[in-house]
């Protein structure tokens, strides 16, 4: 292919661009120049993806992010080998947008492509076998043994096989040194095919000729044809009960799919002979993967208060970019995010509504669907490249103008948002830690508004601290309040319940766990629902010896393994890491393995035990790893199906189910003990969310947290529910020790797989940074908490940085100098720096 294009007289005029800069998919930090060959220089624009090599042997699929007329300096540029799209991809304000995160987040723009264009909308190439053309079986040198006659049996007939093609034809799984051995005997070729990765959904749909449907009579006839032939007779009316084409001869031409027309007991032969006769016709056509949603809502009233907020808010939006809607759990935020969408849509501008991942699958999105119908797209990361190719071009088609996404699809390709709303806005699932580009989506989101000259509404019953600052005393955001429930529910009552005094393992069965029992069992009489909240997973955190106090740990990491007793094994969280439960201790040999704390496993088994006739849910990651994990579940409690759910962060988040009553927190305190900066807001901020589950209709909700320090401040707090004076008090502290919102904190992490490798790096990474002469505060490097994952050891620095925008650049772009030159020596040259930008 590249020879058709060196030719110099293909080259376009002077004056005429010669040059693109194609972002490309791979961790460097820039783009790369090729040469735009005469015969494509018509079909080249901004955003379009072409397909260009890469190195010596790779062909990628980037995107075109500039033209111009500067040959580059190092080397010959390369050309273009072909342009995919007639319409761009990716438009002018998405490449400013990736431009942007790649610059904030200290990253590299073919990282942003990677996380940003569905892999659906890239090029795959497979290996493919061929046989060779000047292969003469009779003439060769080399004995075939069976299994390659197979594989050459099969290319006569076939042109091309797959990989997989040949796994299947000899039914094994290693077929490299079959292949292998066929090429050196020169009987096949082993090619690269570049193909289409997005393959559009087809149907065989069914329709009358047009001839009959539009003509009485001639129907009249083949009914009479058909007198005895009760088989086809019975097809032909099933297509007429289904469109009624005597009424309304233009509805045949959409026709009906096969699977629908033929209904159970009607044979294929039937149809087929209708269709030799001339009475129906099949074609084929590409049909959406995602449903047609109706629009079934009727008109809804919104309350006195929630046309307040309405009208607050747009009153703010006169003056402010961003607006911050406080509103306590209950409030009915959602109606109030469905009367603004409305009026944006109308206005001819689109909507952007992130949710987070979880409250993707519940009512909410079930709400909007009732509203916006098939103009709403979802945007699911558990959806297919297929399925998000296709939400992806219904953007550009404005088949979509609203979409509710999870934090990635603020990468779709919008050309006039006018108003994007995050809401839960606090929820830490916005921020993407792995892997790069570490962005935190609402904040981005707030960017993306900025280039698009959009609004951004903020939602939440907990703000974030950042997001409040900049509504109060920062002045940035306009703030709405809505301090109270919608209709006649209120919030739940709290109780602590003391759970100090007791060393034994089942806390289920102790004395101090009675008012948690109570209240359940109150529900369950009453045919409530309870949930049951534990940020643990698993059986139980750890196992430990009785006799010498061994406990499991991971190979690869320094963290105990947890026990999940329905496997049967002790996994690793961080790395995935899994064995056999050991039946004696490997250490000393004792027999006495003991089961430490209760996960959500543990506890769903002793809520079993204790209530038998309740039936027992439970929603955490291994309960909801398939695509509709988390539907089926919740569909079930909705249904009343569960009367109890037992999980983790996973139910604290977003649900709306008005027959629960009672919340339990299972361990209150852990959700406390986090080293962090925000871990009282955090704690603030879960506790309050789960607690706000509780008691949504007419009947008052209870919430029991188990703790052993009762007297806990931000226990108090969240039964007091004062946010403001919560937020008081915390942001006093974050200003005097110089934390966020008052600094910007970049972590960067040093990793290597051996220890002293990975402090000294650290050391001289810090030494460095120390040296850059902006105003900051540098912290470290210490061995970060957990100090080794999958054999990798890690320290960390901390940067506080004065917020202005021009330090942060500054002391940004010499960062990624002194990493370079560090790597740079040979004795660091596989150490690994992770910079995170406001990190979590
Ligand atoms: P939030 O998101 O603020 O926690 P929701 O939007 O889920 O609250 O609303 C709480 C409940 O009140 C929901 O069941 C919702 O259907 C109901 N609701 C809110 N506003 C209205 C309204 N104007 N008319 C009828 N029902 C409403
Ligand atoms: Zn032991
Ligand atoms: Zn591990």
Redesign the pocket.
Known sequence: MESLFTNQDLFPDEGQNSFADIILPVPIPRMFTYRIPGALSSQIQIGARVIVQFGRKKVLTGIIGKVHNKPPKAYDAKPILDVLDDQPSVNPLQIRFWVWMAEYYCCHIGEVMLAALPSGLRLSSESKVQLNPNFIAEESQYPLDAREEMILEALENTPELSYEDCEKILGIKTIHPILKSLVIKEAILIFERVQDKYTPKVETRIRLKTEIAQDKKALEAIFEDLSGKAKQESILLKYLRDIPVFNNPALNEKGLDKATLLEEGDSESSLKTLIKNGVFESFRQVVNRIDETEITAGE????EK?EVAVNEIKTHFESKQTVLLH???????????IQLIKEVLESGSQVLMLLPEIALTT??VA?LKQVFGGQMGVYHSKYSDNERVEVWNGVISGRFPFVVGVRSSIFLPFDSLGMIIV?EEHESSYKQFDPAPRFQARDAAIMLAYFHQAKTLL?S?TPSFESYFNATEGGKYGLVE?PE???N?NLPTFYISDIGADKRKNLLKVDSTRMMREKIQDALSKQEQVLIFQNRRGYSPYIQCEDCGWTGQCIQCDVSLTYHQFAEELRCHYCGYKEKVPSSCPACGSSQLATMGMGTERIEESLSLLFPEARIGRMDLDTTRSKYGYQKILDEFGARHIDILVGTQMITK?L?F?NVTVVGVWDGDRILNFPDFRSGERAYQQITQVA?RAG??EAKGSVIIQSRKVEEYIYQQVIKGDYFEFYQHEIHERKKFYYPPFVKLIKITTRHTDYKTAEKAAHDLHRQMAGIAVKKIVLGPEKAIIGRIKNQYQFESLIKLERSGTTQTEFKSQLAQIQENIIAKPEFRSVRFIVDVDPN
């Open positions: 809804l009233i919104l309350s929630q509103g306590i759990t209950g409030s009915g935020k959602t109606e109030i995010y009512q909410i709400r809401d939602g019953a809505l429930r919608y209709g529910s977003g709306d008005g706000g949504r209709r």
